[in-house]
């Protein structure tokens, strides 16, 4: 067993999660460590604005990579510290980095992730390995989802049909069905749109427990309009971002029901929206799974889950943390183990799912031990 460590922070930009991880083999992985850092009030501030500017300068985007980098680095260095271990305990580091724009389907397509990994490199002294869409992209894949290869690792069982579902920023599922085929893509907003909202009207950085959703009702006639969205109805593979599903996607296709109903109605619509979207995708293509796991920040609201489990009802909607990951880590994992599979020569994305035309070693490697001093 070797350690590694994987750092990922999603489209909720809340904070980066660093997740410490023993891997012997492509099955044999336990969790070690986990630990949460939060972005700064200014730098969570700054990437809002800059995700959202279409204008972005040159001078804010490099800005932007080095300071993620730095605080990509100390999360890094803060697990390390924690458990006590120095650079020579750990094998690779796995560093998703932030997600400025995703654009898979753009012309020409490209997924950007910024946090300057040399930086990762030079604080830990840790081989770090990053840029882990740019590969997939370049070979005709949508460079996501990525986690879905360890999903299949770590959870799918022969003969079971099941599924995993990552509600972070936006939602993904993993299908992994009774006889080994994995399927998986991204099923629109996960917390996004309910963050925004709850942000918007109460100040607060999301709804805890879908506390505030629950006192709502479900506005059918905004719901209808939400849904209309193509994205929805689309084939895999796909993948999607808060580019796409933003504030402004909110505001033209709610038009003028968002104002005049009740704010608390929008929340508890914007609840169902994320449980459809998924719920849709595991019906797709015949009937849901058996068994449904679900990880990610998402998995800690409580009426989400009750709304998700409403809408399968032949389901057994259950946490990851069943099965031995907390809900909060299972991506971070996901980079640990894809940082395991490229310094060790083997391929990390599935073909099937991001549409490559064939299986890649994913990322570049940053030695750890670049200097002399
Ligand atoms: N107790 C909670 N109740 C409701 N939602 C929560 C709770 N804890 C976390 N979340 C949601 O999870 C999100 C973070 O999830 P995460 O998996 O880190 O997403 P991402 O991968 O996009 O960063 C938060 O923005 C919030 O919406
Ligand atoms: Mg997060």
Redesign the pocket.
């Known amino acids: 067993m070797k350690h590694y460590v994987g750092l990922?922070?999603?489209?909720?930009?809340?904070?980066i999660?660093a997740v410490l991880a023993a891997i012997g083999d492509d099955r044999d992985l336990r969790v070690v460590a986990h630990h949460h850092r939060p972005y700064p009030a200014e730098l969570a501030h700054d990437l809002a604005r800059a995700v959202e500017d279409r204008t972005l300068s040159v001078q804010t985007a490099g800005a932007l990579d080095a300071r993620v980098g730095e605080q990509f680095a100390r999360a890094a260095s803060e697990l390390m510290q924690r458990e006590g271990l120095s650079a020579a305990d750990i094998r690779g580091i796995g560093s998703h980095g932030q997600t400025l724009h995703h654009a898979p389907r753009g012309e020409p397509p490209f997924s950007w992730q910024i946090g300057d990994p040399f930086r990762i490199a030079e604080r830990t002294g840790v081989d770090t390995v990053a840029m882990f869409r740019q590969r997939d992209i370049a070979a005709g894949g949508e460079g996501a989802p990525l986690a879905c290869a360890f999903h299949a690792a770590r959870f799918a069982r022969p003969g079971h049909d099941r599924a995993v579902v990552?509600?972070?920023?936006?939602s993904n599922v993993t299908r992994l069905e009774p006889q080994g085929e994995v399927a998986g893509h991204d099923c629109g907003p996960?917390?996004?749109l309910?963050?925004h909202w709850v942000r918007q009207h109460r100040g607060q950085?999301?709804?805890?427990?879908?506390g505030w959703a629950r006192t709502g009702r479900r506005d059918p006639e905004l719901l209808a309009a939400l849904l209309e969205d193509p994205y929805f109805r689309r084939p895999p593979p796909k993948s999607t971002g808060p580019e796409h599903f933003s504030p402004r996607w909110l505001a033209e296709r709610g038009g003028t029901m968002l104002t005049n109903r009740d704010a608390a109605d929008v929340q508890a619509t914007l609840v169902e929206l994320t449980a459809r979207a998924i719920a849709d995708e595991l019906a797709r293509p015949g009937t849901p799974p058996e068994d449904v796991l679900i990880?990610?920040?998402?998995a800690?609201?409580?009426f989400?889950l009750k709304r998700l489990a409403a809408a399968l009802p032949e389901t057994r909607v259950r946490l990851t943390d069943d099965e031995g990951i907390p809900?909060?880590q299972v991506?971070g994992v996901a980079f640990a183990w894809l940082a395991f599979r490229t310094l060790n020569q083997r391929p990390g994305n599935l073909p099937a799912v991001t549409g490559a035309r064939g299986a890649r070693i994913l990322g570049c490697v940053i030695p750890g031990s670049g200097g002399n001093d």
Not at 8 to 15: A, C, H, K, L, V
Not at 166 to 170: F, M, R, V
């Open positions: 990922m922070s999603g489209t909720s930009r809340d904070g999660d990552n509600i972070g920023g936006i996960g917390n996004t309910l963050d950085p999301y709804d805890a427990g879908g990880c990610g920040g998402g800690r609201n409580d989400l809900a909060e991506e």
